[in-house]
């Protein structure tokens, strides 16, 4: 008989102090290119890229560089359990905020990247990324940003 044991939830599984939520969100997209979580990135990690590059399939072609992964596993579950939380929770207008969001910290999409693929304007993309992030930290009192210090 194999025991689970629950995980606590997101807003105290770690402690969220020690970085901005840009960082922790920056560190998960870091933690999702570690090469063992291909099956859920599609072609963002190394060996995934060159399984695609040989099958004929175009990547991203990212203009962003992540920073170094320096999370454990448990806060990136932690983050992944706020994305999830938030992207459910939201109302229509803010789950674009926090799309752009999502799209420019944790893929690491430019801004013209993604302003392109939403047909928008880059001032309208770095408005939306703003009012994502004022929206997630003013939501969640556990949070900071750089914006709001």
Known sequence: MSTTTARPHFSVAIDWKQRDIEQ?????????LIGC???????????????????GVKS?????????????DDEAEAIEALVKHISQTETPKAQKWVQIVVNYHI?????????????????AVTRDKMNGIIRIVSKHSFLRSRLID
């Open 24 to 32: 922790w969100l920056e560190q998960y997209g870091a933690w999702l």
């Open 107 to 123: 893929d690491g999409m430019s801004e013209e990247t993604i302003a392109h693929r939403y047909g928008m304007s880059r001032f």
């Open 60 to 72: 991203d072609n990212r203009r962003r560089a992540l920073p170094r992964c320096n999370i454990t």
């Open 37 to 55: 979580r291909y099956e859920n990135l599609g072609a963002n990690s190394i060996m995934g890229k060159l399984l695609d590059m040989a099958q």
